[in-house]
């Protein structure tokens, strides 16, 4: 069992209020994956900065920041952001030269996070716990995810945390189960793609990240993989322009969303949509079964 949060403000007047609110829906689904918790945020200038890029880091040694400085050309600035078992690195660099560096400096260690807008904390441990490791309530920006987990199918430690973020600015968590993801990883492995588990959910991570490489949009992506995965899901899919919710065609897995002028939100329960500004004049809905709902920023 786990639990799914996620928040996309359309009203600028909210960013600063992004983490109290996420921090307050967490509230709401802690029940249901009180092992560990994987959090991320859109747009929050303060842990990286205009300009900058942000690799999240698990296993991180206590030298990455002046190791990945000293391989980048120019020896830009690069800070280390530790906060429990994730330590989020920043540079005012490209992304795929930031990640580079971070992989050479560290190879032993593992992002789980990159991008322009986002950052991501992973950890084991209670949500309510790790919210405060993570400072959440003290978040600003645009949009944010977060996943609970209760561990069925694999062992409770940061590195098995969702969101998956193996693209640039993308994230993908996931309650439920791919039947056939051994097939589809050995067919993406055929193409060149890198794995970093055995879990299910970076397959649709992976699959989902390949799709828009290729120019789909979120809507065709996740369409593609409803036509490619057997199973049964509730996914919650974000990029540095959009956020997206789907679920199979049994749609076994709970989920609700709220749609109001001022924000876009969907949760595994309403309770944990129950505080947010406004419910009372939001449209509440179950999303249908094999249906794709987008927005975009």
């Given at each position: 069992m786990c639990g799914i949060i996620g928040?996309?403000?359309?009203?600028?007047?909210?960013?600063p209020e992004l983490g109290r609110l996420l921090d307050a829906m967490l509230?709401?689904?802690s029940e249901r994956g009180p092992d560990s918790v994987g959090i991320a945020v859109y747009g929050d200038e303060t842990r990286n900065p205009a300009g900058h890029t942000a690799v999240s880091v698990l296993r991180a040694p206590g030298d990455l920041a002046a190791t990945v400085a000293a391989l980048l050309p120019g020896a830009p600035d690069v800070r280390a952001q530790p906060a429990g078992d994730t330590t989020v690195i920043t540079a005012p660099v490209a992304v795929e030269a930031l990640t580079a560096a971070v992989a050479a400096a560290a190879p032993d260690a593992l992002v789980v996070g990159s991008g322009r807008e986002l950052v991501v904390y992973k950890g084991a441990g209670h949500p309510q716990?790790?919210?405060r490791t993570y400072g959440l309530r003290d978040v600003s920006g645009w949009q944010g995810v977060a996943h609970t987990r209760m561990a069925t199918e694999s062992a409770?430690?940061?590195?098995?945390c969702h969101p998956y973020s193996v693209g640039a600015d993308q994230c993908l968590v996931h309650n439920g189960s791919f039947s056939n993801h051994a097939t589809i990883r050995r067919e993406l492995r055929r193409q060149g793609v890198s794995f970093d588990s055995e879990n299910d959910t970076e397959v649709g991570a992976r699959f989902v990240a390949a799709c828009l490489a290729e120019g789909d949009d979120l809507e065709k992506a996740l369409l593609r993989l409803g036509e490619t995965f057997d199973g049964f899901y509730t996914l919650l899919v974000t990029t540095a322009e959009g956020f997206a919710v789907v679920r199979d065609e049994i749609a076994c897995k709970p989920a609700v969303i709220a749609e109001h002028p001022r924000w876009v939100a969907m949760a595994s329960e309403f309770r944990a949509l129950a505080d947010l500004p406004g419910i009372d004049e939001a449209?509440?809905?179950?999303?249908?079964?094999?249906k794709v709902y987008t927005w975009q920023r």
């Open positions: 928040l996309h403000l359309r009203d600028p007047e909210l960013h509230c709401g689904v716990d790790l919210a409770i430690n940061p590195e098995g449209r509440i809905f179950e999303p249908d079964p094999g």
